[in-house]
Every structure is written in structure tokens, then in C-alpha cells.
């Protein structure tokens, strides 16, 4: 865990109803209860703000049963 939060935007392919949304908006909870978690069903992405390192965060995800990867940022 570090200091300072982190906007975090995963795909999840499989993301595909309302109970896939409350599973994943719940799951970073259990490693950060302060984490801001926002689902966007459309886009299959999941927004998380958190102190947790990504890589603890999509490990938490994926323990969840949902395949996620990291969405790449843009630089500059």
C-alpha cells in the first residue's frame, strides 16, 4: 500500500449485468474500505481510486472470479 491514491480503470470483458456491477464495486472494499469504486456498464471498466497498488487491486478483482486488465493511460 502507498500513501497517495490512484486512479485505477480496469476492463472487464465479462462484465455483463447489475449483480457483475455490485460484485465488482464491492470486491475493492475488501482490501480498502475507503476506495472509491465507479462501474460503468456499457464500457465494461471499473474505476477505482485507492491507496492500493494496482497490481494488489486486480488481484483482489480477478479473486472476485472476473478477468480484469489495466486500462492504459495516455501519456502526456
Do not use: W
Amino acid at each position: 500500500m502507498h500513501r497517495f491514491q490512484a486512479d485505477n480503470l480496469f476492463h472487464i470483458p465479462k462484465m455483463m449485468c447489475d449483480r457483475c456491477v455490485a460484485a465488482l464495486t464491492s470486491a475493492p472494499h475488501a482490501i480498502d474500505e475507503v476506495a472509491r469504486v465507479e462501474a460503468d456498464l456499457m464500457a465494461r471498466t471499473v474505476r477505482v481510486v485507492s491507496r492500493h497498488y494496482e497490481s494488489a487491486l486486480l488481484r483482489t478483482l480477478r479473486e472476485a472470479g472476473f478477468h480484469a486488465e489495466p486500462v492504459l493511460k495516455p501519456l502526456g
